[in-house]
């Protein structure tokens, strides 16, 4: 979706500018020359352009291959209105993050455990001593 509209943008701009009613007229007779002539017109006025720039802005729509065009039109309102509803959703993670870390930071100073990997062995090691010593004594 996001490589056609990039690839159609102009094209998708030229459609935004023609009236839904003047484009169905156009999409079921491209031979109709009110349809052609009223879309022009809304093209140039949308897009302050010059009645020869519009028609080569129209004629640029119709050399969109009718597959890709047809898809744009049937999902880019709804791709649209999800990047306009999603737009800060960003923002809300973030903010959910902040708090994670505000909560976070203070708890490391009352977490358990060694942070220095030499006195951690050293704990281990100390721990596997005081446990052999408490099994000897049990089998004797």
Partial sequence: MQELSTKYAPQLATLKAIDPATLAALSANPQDTAAATKAVGEIATAQ????????????????????????LQTY????????????????????VCVGGEIVFIPLIFVMAGRWSPRRAREDAAAHQKQVEEELALLKS
Avoid: I
């Fill in 48 to 71: 302050h352009v010059d009645a020869a720039t519009a028609v080569g802005k129209l004629q640029a729509v119709a050399a969109v291959p009718k597959a890709d065009l047809t898809f």
């Fill in 76 to 95: 880019g309102p709804q791709v649209a209105g999800a990047a306009a509803t999603t737009r800060g959703q960003w923002q809300n993670w973030w903010w």
